[in-house]
């Protein structure tokens, strides 16, 4: 079972940020914290991952709590080519992902 | 860098066949997953190939099995195939099996079983 919590759905309006939220209570301290994408009909793309320490990098950045029980993706300017589905996955295998049913994200003008 | 490459894109199969799947993975990629996408199910995990091995498999019965080649090319074959193996199958690769990698996945294969 996925060991994630994540809101069902999510809007935003195009050019503003986007802050998508995880839970990950249960997390243990060797797991990482993967987020992915996927746009409809497409396979799942890869964003950004992190251990304890916040990360950025081109697409997002991703804040995790010092206690590492949640986390939030952020997408500083939203497009309408963001919409799509996003999943907050834990694991320390990161050939095995753990879907969860994640967070659709629609991106409105 | 060519992306990861998934044949055939579509197939159409009926009950009680076989089916093999193929995935050629990013140049200098090692490690290969495949996963299984259904309306119903989601994304599930299958298995992870890294050096010709099997490292992890899912919860899929055996008429599920995958293979690794040399240049790490991997396939899947589903035996003896039923309705609710129709789905959408994909291929992710990786650099090497540790954990602090993302994987990059292929545009998958849409299995149709009639």
Same mark, same amino acid.
């Given at each position: ?15 503003? @940020? ?59 300017? @939203?497009?309408?080519?963001?919409? @799509? ?25 | ?40 199910? /989601? ?62 996945? /292929? ?8």
């Amino acid at each position: 079972d996925a060991k994630t919590t994540q809101p069902p759905s999510m809007d935003c309006a195009e050019g503003r @940020a986007a802050n998508l939220p995880c839970n990950h209570s249960t997390i243990s301290g060797n797991e990482y914290v993967y987020w992915y994408r996927q746009i409809h009909s497409q396979g799942p793309q890869y964003i950004i991952h992190g251990l304890k320490n916040n990360e950025t990098n081109e697409m997002a950045s991703l804040i995790i709590t010092e206690d590492r029980k949640s986390s939030t993706l952020i997408l500083p300017h @939203a497009t309408l080519r963001d919409t @799509a589905v996003y999943y907050c996955i834990v694991g320390n295998q990161g050939g095995k992902l753990i879907f969860g049913q994640g967070t659709e994200l629609s991106v409105k003008p | 860098k060519a992306g990861v490459t998934q044949t055939p894109r579509y197939l159409i199969k009926t009950r009680g066949q076989q089916v093999t799947l193929s995935c050629s993975p990013i140049s200098g990629h090692r490690s290969v997953s495949w996963y299984q996408q259904t309306p119903g199910q /989601g994304l599930q995990f299958l298995f992870e190939y890294f050096s010709e091995t099997q490292r992890n498999k899912g919860n899929f019965p055996g008429r599920f099995s995958g293979r690794q080649f040399s240049n790490s090319r991997s396939e899947m074959n589903v035996s003896t195939l039923e309705l609710g193996d129709s789905a959408l199958y994909l291929c992710a690769s990786r650099p090497d099996p540790g954990p602090a990698r993302g994987a990059f996945f /292929g545009q998958g294969t849409r299995l149709t079983v009639v």
